[in-house]
């Protein structure tokens, strides 16, 4: 099925450790972002990507970094996991340059310890 | 900077009943809007765009929604709710790339039997 997929789905990490959250799309998008999902906050964008080999930083990105490895896939890293951490991650992509119309992932439940 | 706000944190209706879900914006042009709907442990789908044209448009599971300029908003509305409609509902605001994408905070919808 086209769509965008992530891993892990569900993840528990001590405080300090590192994690890697991995995207992949289907779709031949060029522009590919991470959100951040919290209680009463809606969605924040924390990194995104508008095409193959750039990245810019969003609303949120202290203690994230990303990767755009190819079209295709978008990583997103916390080097040393904190409790404020703890959220809802979706990672998306864009239909077209402009269209503001994201296609989302299933999402990754991060709770850090 | 354009900001979105959903003034409903919980709604509950009853099967069968109308739905009104309110958005309002602040921007200075007239931006893309869009409702995207969230149901449990899944991401957000599309349910509707406005980029210009007709004010009232439509969406996928019957949803339509009607961009009013002089009120900045651009309510969602159903006729008749399903029980399969509970869900999160989000509304967001772009003016042009999916970095300038912004959400707000979300209502949730529940619906009596």
């Known amino acids: 099925n086209a769509g965008v997929t992530q891993t892990p789905k569900f993840q528990v990490l001590k405080t300090g450790q590192s994690m890697t959250l991995q995207c992949a799309q289907d779709?031949?998008?060029?522009?590919m972002y991470w959100y951040r999902q919290d209680p009463g906050m809606g969605l924040r964008l924390i990194y995104y990507?508008?095409?193959?080999?750039?990245?810019d930083k969003g609303e949120v990105p202290n203690g994230y970094n990303v990767s755009r490895l190819n079209k295709r896939e978008f990583s997103l890293r916390l080097e040393s996991a904190a409790p404020s951490q703890t959220s809802v991650y979706f990672c998306?992509?864009?239909?077209?340059?402009?269209?503001?119309?994201?296609?989302f992932g299933a999402g990754s439940r991060l709770t850090v310890l | 900077a354009q900001s979105v706000t959903q003034p409903d944190i919980h709604i509950t209706v009853s099967e069968g009943a109308s739905l009104e879900l309110r958005c309002n914006y602040s921007?200075?042009?007239?931006?893309?809007l869009f409702w995207y709907v969230q149901s449990p442990g899944q991401g957000l789908q599309l349910l509707l765009k406005?980029?210009?044209?007709?004010?009232l448009v439509q969406g996928i599971k019957g949803f339509e929604a009607e961009f009013k300029r002089s009120q900045s908003s651009f309510n969602l509305r159903k006729p008749s709710v399903h029980w399969s409609d509970a869900a999160e509902y989000f509304c967001?605001?772009?003016?042009?790339?999916?970095?300038?994408?912004?959400f707000g905070t979300g209502t949730r919808l529940a619906v009596r039997p």
């Open positions: 921007y200075g042009a007239t931006p893309y």
């Open positions: 406005y980029f210009s044209g007709d004010t």
């Open positions: 967001a605001v772009g003016v042009g790339s999916g970095d300038k994408l912004t």
């Open positions: 998306a992509s864009e239909t077209g340059a402009g269209a503001n119309v994201l296609t």
């Open positions: 779709m031949n998008h060029n522009s």
């Open positions: 990507s508008a095409s193959e080999g750039t990245t």
